[in-house]
């Protein structure tokens, strides 16, 4: 009997450790998703050749976070060039664990031509 309690816990003890991966992963793509978008209005600016160098950043609210994510897109025209801008995309946001509260971050980045 001990040992089928043993088992039992492994299994369930697996189980949620599974849940709580898949649950952040599907947070993370949700973030990459929205960098994704930024980058692609860059380069939409870029073909309407508009697109000039700036900083924004902006939030985004989403159900299943603790709170908002902050991104912050970055554009800035290289120094050797005239047309090629660099596009980056940085996110925070909050995540909670059994062990407590920490920030997190991911980056995209790119380089048009507009």
């Given amino acids: 009997m001990v040992v089928l ?3 039992a816990y492994t299994i369930m003890e697996t189980v949620l ?3 709580v991966q898949s649950s952040y992963a599907m947070r993370r793509s949700l973030v ?3 960098l994704q978008d930024q980058i ?7 073909a309407a050749g508009t697109l000039s160098s700036s900083t924004q950043t902006t939030s985004k609210t989403y159900s299943g976070f603790v709170g908002p994510v902050s991104i ?5 025209l290289e120094a050797t060039s005239r047309r090629l801008f660099d596009v980056s995309t940085t996110a925070t946001w909050t995540e909670t664990t059994s062990l407590g ?11 048009v031509r507009q």
């Avoid at 912050?72 to 800035?76: D, L």
């Avoid at 920030?103 to 380089?111: F, H, P």
């Fill in 101 to 111: 509260t920490y920030t997190d971050t991911t980056s995209l980045a790119t380089i």
């Fill in 32 to 34: 990459v998703a929205a």
């Fill in 17 to 19: 450790t599974a849940n």
């Fill in 40 to 46: 692609e209005s860059a380069r939409g600016q870029a």
């Fill in 72 to 76: 912050t897109t970055t554009i800035a």
């Fill in 5 to 7: 309690s043993l088992c």
